[in-house]
């Protein structure tokens, strides 16, 4: 039994937000997202619950194609993450291949990689965990975001030879004047079609030649600790540590998450030998010692594992680290 969860990165959905706040109006705050999730970039997020809220967008902005009206805003130079850039390469050949192995460390369960078929190369994406409308909005930003990266390179005037949506059809006349080609609907992958030959073309941004790439050594173990939807104990590890931005996790809120009942859940915990309460306790601490390592107080970090208080917080993490937070964080100090 396993629960075949798929994540996705904040900083990743970042630029979707931000396009819907200055184009529409609408704050994460009015779509019910914490505000603490969306100023960690590297926090993982369940496609479950992006689906959730790409639905709500839908109904908040009472526009089906709305993803259309964000296009300026869906780009990989917009993603907030220190000493990775996926487009400060020399040739477009080189940020596909970045893309296309890079973005496993930003969406997991998702695949993204390249087709040729004689002279044409077709750019896919596949993604098993959208359906239905969601599947159009995924599509749409996924598409989106690989045409903007195609015109970083190529120009702004650039047309693809075909655009594929996997997903139900949505303002087709604005789709088909964004792309300048044709769109095909309910695909069964996303793709777009460019020419081999542009492949071959040069960025028309200058790069540094002594530019370097460096990020804290936190960081990069964050892009190796990347769940798989299969991997059973870390799906659970990061689907609680998810849901602590609500407030203190509990089998209730964590069962909604996984979309089973209670008993479901503890059902696989017990198959898997885990017990929630252990488990929480080992997450939240490990967590908390983490935000220390940050240089957060300890009043913060109460707050972002959702305790009630800094005494409730002190007891759990004694429980599993043998000293409180106080003493942990004064051994830590330089």
Known sequence: MKFNTSFIRACYMGAVFTGVERVYGI???????????????????????ICIWLERLEQVTQ????????????????LNVPGISFLATTDLAMSVRRI???????QSGASYYIIQSGKIIKWCYRNPYAFNQHKTHDSLRVVIMLFNTLKHF?????????VHISGPKVGKQDAESLFNCP????????EIWIDTDALVQQSSVPLEESSTISMPR???????????PHDTPKVLFEMVNYARFYGLPTVDKVAAL?????QQLQRRLLLHGFNFTSIRGYILSNQGIK???????????????????KQSFSKAFKRFRNCTPQEYLARIKP
């Open 291 to 309: 935000y220390m390592l940050d240089g957060r107080s300890i009043e913060e970090i109460t707050l972002l594992l959702g305790y009630a208080n």
């Open 100 to 106: 296309n192995y890079g973005i496993a460390s930003f």
């Open 63 to 78: 526009d089906p194609a709305y993803m259309l009206k964000l296009a300026q805003h869906l780009d990989f130079s917009r």
């Open 218 to 228: 936190t960081v990069f173990e964050q892009y190796l600790d990347m769940p798989q």
């Open 258 to 262: 996984f979309n089973i009942s209670r």
């Open 27 to 49: 704050t994460t705050e009015e779509l019910n997202i914490p505000q603490a999730l969306m100023d960690e970039p590297m926090a993982l997020i369940p496609f479950g619950q």
């Open 183 to 190: 769109v095909i609907w309910n695909a069964p992958q996303t």
């Open 154 to 162: 190529l120009g702004d005037e650039y047309r693809p030879l075909q």
